[in-house]
């Protein structure tokens, strides 16, 4: 198993190289520079500006420069948008908002939605089942941004418990991490029932049940470990994305996290904050397929590290 | 419309043996007939994709078009006249819901689709194959979470100018990823089952024995992942158009009108409802749909 | 622990909790939502709204503005000569202007600072902003090297005088752009290179402010906040002990932190809000023109808009009341001209008329009758709900009035800037917003040669009446030259306005001496806090 980890990490580096080079070029072929505004700068000064941050050069050259600092000092840049700022300094302090923000909501997706889904796919077209798949149904078809300020109107308009937004109390934390866990907590329940279905049929839980062994035990010892398979696929990239912050959660609930720059970085072709946001990001998914792939065989003793 | 939906579907499990593959399409057919539930769902998605086709061109010929506006008399509740009530326009929500569906159900279907064929057979190759194969695929899949969407979506659009089908391909690029991921796990696991090594030792091809004995038994998760792939394509398309490459305005689809719907939903809630209540039926329809289908298909049920 | 523990079930339980803006009326501490995130805080090197609110908190220039109207008002100069001719300006600078580090604040700083605004390097997108100083162009252009020729001289620390090349009657007023702020050069050095961005020296701790302000705190993306500077020249009168900015991007979420307590102040407020709020907070609500115009510009290089017909049939053919009252709602007024009316007294009298069937007879004419035979025409605007409404408004009017189907085109907002400098469209939305209050702040932007003009209407009668406006010293005559300039721009019709832009938020009863004004700049100094205005029932 170390081994495999250790390729696995071995490998990892060409692909960060691979997503950074794609991802570089594909950014400065994007329309519109960092400094284009609708007041327009004349041209000698928005070439002056770029030249203070060496934009002037062949994008190869900025392309190489970038991952030297990035490699050997570990340094992303400068921000275009926020000048005062480095990317360092920005996921810096973003990262660890975005990390708490995503294990709440992780937490509570993985501690609602797993078990409704085993029991509901227990209680296969019953009550049971009906109802949290209608509810899980439901709060697929409410995405966060209708969910976000219902709960807001709810808790904070209404019953006035807590703040609207922000990010300064521990109670700030329940409404960005109900919106968002919600919405994971219904993907999962659903997975989670449709793989534990699958499960429940197989010929090894027949004979076990035949076998006069308990439902519990039947569900606990045989059926989860498979029928959890998809969800744990799932997971790792959701995980991934959850721990990087969700760019409408933020923006609902003004958190300072790192979600938001994935997409404003975008927007204001502030290229080298982008790079960092998608490096970052990238480093997470890799983490994690690679967890999700010591799981599987972790949880299938029948497979094998290859 | 659905059931030809199902047919094109077909061929994604069981290619190979024509004469084979009928009569066992066909049972499943008959048996996804038998589940209430399904035939439910069947109805409800029939009646929409009904609705939003030709409903829309009555709506639209008695003046309820999705672009048809009356400034002055702006955003009302339902009443007799507007059954889903106007928008600050004054355009009737009728033609708009419909007129959207039109767009959100082509693009949840064809993208879902797209999706679940590139993600199936690419995460069954890999974890079928395994070894060298399922590495690279699977570090190819990780590339491709990590490549920026918003830029990818912008140039798409700058390089092809606009085009309905340029959404599939940007919605397609993405969404089969965890597909594939979850595909890929679920073969893993069965692959290893007696069964397989069994047809491997027969000598079956590895084409027929993924498409006739590994992907029937991993259908369960994919069908579910597909139900649930379909409202996230239809909120995705929204921000597609945001990008400037999806439904240009006066047109519109479900997506977008949730997206205005939750900027008014204070005020005008009943431009948020009815779009979400269209998302939700579709969704609900489809879930029945595809427990039914799931259930028709299972091999071992149907032993 | 425990304590944290009671402390939290006891906030979350209570039905009435003290919020943030019942603590800051307290304690004088004010609350603003201020839209997005500032790009920093260097007079010199912003360009937006939302740092110019905070830089105007931190910073004086040689005058300051009246909270009523913003006419000059001495700042950092006690008082100032005009010389005879109106080209040479005198400031006499007071005695106990400080920065907030103790030193005093001298015609020196203020000659470094322009010195700093106007090197090539360090490319300040204002710098324009100078250019009426004798010199300060070809300075910035390195046409002289040596900034001693340069319109600036201090007579001694207390006196500086100014030179420019025109009698320019707004220049008081121009000194309240934040450009021309002063900054404390020895600080800017210390802290990096001057001349180059992501110089830190605007971090809190190390930003060094002469305005009624210092910079206290900078949480990225959470707050910014200033405090009450006590040696600022002026400190008796500003009551507010602090200001706490939040970038606050979602128009609906800044409502909503409005409504439960969290700031005294929203930045906007979302266009499907206001009818809710003029009905049930008519008090909370404020709405005020705003000095700048929302409209479309024609590319009058396209085959159809070549014709000056199809150009004012377009104009003619819209109901602006409609858009204003129905779709925009926000104060906003409809425009039949191009500078807003009664700028500095200003008011164009060529108008636009709305003539639907003089638009039919023009469109007619130019060959296309009843809009047959009319080109593809596309319609281009940035993603913003606001702009699509008006755009699917405006759309379906020239579809019924005059017959013509234009087609909508959204961009996301670079690629439309980037089609815009490259004139990919045929129509595209735009809005101005003037710096200044003076009407060449919106007529100088159709010069032949202006960045700004994107429409491709070049002429030079045009141009040589608003360099005449330019010479002219006595204000009736210039505006005179000035109408004269509207009426050719209206004729020629290179645009359609639509409306002339209103500010509109909320903002809490508690805020006193707080005026709605024409820039929306707000003078902090004057502005307190009194609970006792606040209803308790909210």
Known sequence: MIRFIIRRILISIPVLFIIAAISFFMIKKAPGGPFAKEKSAPPEVIQKIEAQYGLNEPVHKQFFTYLKNAVLHGDLGPSYRYANWSVNDLIRSGFPVSLELGCWALVIAMMVGIPIGVIASIKRNSFGDYLPMSIATMGICLPSFVMGPLLVGVFALWLRWYNSSGWDFSYDRILPALTLGGYYAAYLARLTRGGMLEVLNQDFIRTARAKGVSEIAIVTKHALQIGLLPVISFLGPATAGLLTGSFVVETIFDIPGLGRYFVTSAFNRDYLLLMGSILFYAVLIVTMNLIVDILQVWLNPKLRFE | MMTETIKRNAPITGKESVSKGVSLWKAAWLRLLKNKMAVFGMVVLLFLFFACFVGYEIARARGFGHEAQNLSFGAAPPSAKHWLGTDPLGRDMVGRVLFGGRISLMVGIVATLTSLIIGVLYGAISGFVGGKVDSILMRLVDILYALPFTIFVILLMVVFGRNLLLIFIAIGAVEWLTMARIVRGQVMAVRRMEFIDAAITLGVRKRRIILRHIIPNILGPVIVYATLTVPAVMLLEAFISFLGLGVQAPDTSWGVLIKEGADAMEEYPWLLIFPASALALTLFSLNFLGDGLRDALDVRSSK | ?538
């Open chain 3, 1 to 538: 622990m425990a304590f944290a523990l009671v402390s939290w079930l006891a906030c979350s339980s209570c039905t009435k909790r003290q919020t943030r803006v019942d603590f800051g009326n307290a304690h004088q501490i004010l609350y603003l939502a201020n839209g997005a995130e500032p790009e920093d805080l260097d007079p010199h090197i912003v360009t937006g709204v939302t740092e110019d609110h905070i830089i105007r908190s931190l910073l004086e220039g040689l005058v300051a503005e009246d909270p009523v109207d913003l006419h000059p008002v001495p700042g950092v100069a006690e008082r100032w000569d005009i010389s005879p001719d109106g080209k040479v300006y005198t400031f006499h600078l007071r005695a106990n202007a400080k920065w907030s580090n103790g030193d005093p604040v001298t015609s020196t700083d203020f000659i470094r600072s322009y010195k700093r605004a106007l090197t090539p390097e360090l490319a300040n997108e204002y710098d324009y902003m100078f250019f009426y100083v004798v010199n300060a162009e070809k300075f910035l252009k390195k046409e002289i090297t040596n900034f001693n020729d340069v319109g600036f001289k201090a007579i001694d620390d207390r006196t500086l005088q100014i030179t420019l090349n025109n009698p320019t009657s707004y220049f008081l007023s121009l000194l309240n752009h934040h450009s021309w702020f002063p900054v404390h050069i020895p600080t800017v050095e210390r802290f990096g290179n001057p001349y180059q961005r992501g110089n830190r020296w605007t971090r809190p701790g190390n930003y060094v402010s002469n305005g009624p302000f210092v910079l206290s705190e900078w949480k990225v993306n959470t707050v910014i906040a200033v405090k009450k500077n006590p040696l600022y020249w002026d400190a008796d009168i500003v009551k507010l002990q602090g200001i706490r900015f939040y970038p606050i991007e979602r128009l609906d979420t800044e409502e909503r932190a409005f409504r439960s307590g969290q700031v005294h102040k929203t930045y906007k407020i979302p266009l499907t809000k206001i009818a809710y709020h003029k009905e049930h907070n008519p008090d909370l609500l404020k709405q005020a023109p705003y000095l700048g115009t929302y409209f479309y510009s024609l590319n009058v290089t396209n085959a159809a808009f070549r014709d000056k017909r199809v150009r004012q049939a377009l104009a003619m053919s819209i109901d602006r009341e409609a858009i204003v009252k129905t779709v925009t709602r926000g104060g906003e007024i409809a425009a039949y001209s191009f500078t807003p009316p009664n700028t500095v007294g200003y008011t164009a009298e060529a108008k636009i008329s709305y003539d639907i069937e003089r638009a039919k007879k023009l469109m007619a004419e130019a060959g296309y009758p009843e809009g047959k035979g009319f080109p593809k025409t596309e319609l281009l605007y940035n993603t913003l709900e606001s702009h699509k409404i008006i755009a699917e408004a405006l759309q379906q009017m020239w579809k019924n009035n005059l017959g013509i189907d234009i087609t909508l085109r959204n961009e996301e907002w670079k690629v439309y800037l980037d089609s815009k400098k490259l004139g990919k469209f045929d129509l595209f939305r735009y809005g101005w917003i003037a710096d200044y209050v003076d009407p060449n702040a919106f007529l100088d932007m159709w010069l032949s040669f202006s960045g700004n003009n994107a429409s491709g209407w070049k002429n030079p009668k045009y141009d040589a009446l608003i360099a005449e406006a330019g010479r002219t010293i006595d204000t009736a005559a210039r505006f005179k030259v000035f109408q004269k300039a509207e009426a050719l721009l209206l004729d020629e019709m290179p645009i359609v306005p639509i409306y002339y832009y209103a500010t509109g938020y909320l903002l809490r009863p508690s805020v006193k001496n707080w005026n709605l004004t024409l820039l929306d700049h707000q003078p902090y100094k004057y502005v307190y806090l009194d609970p006792a205005a606040e209803k308790t029932d909210h």
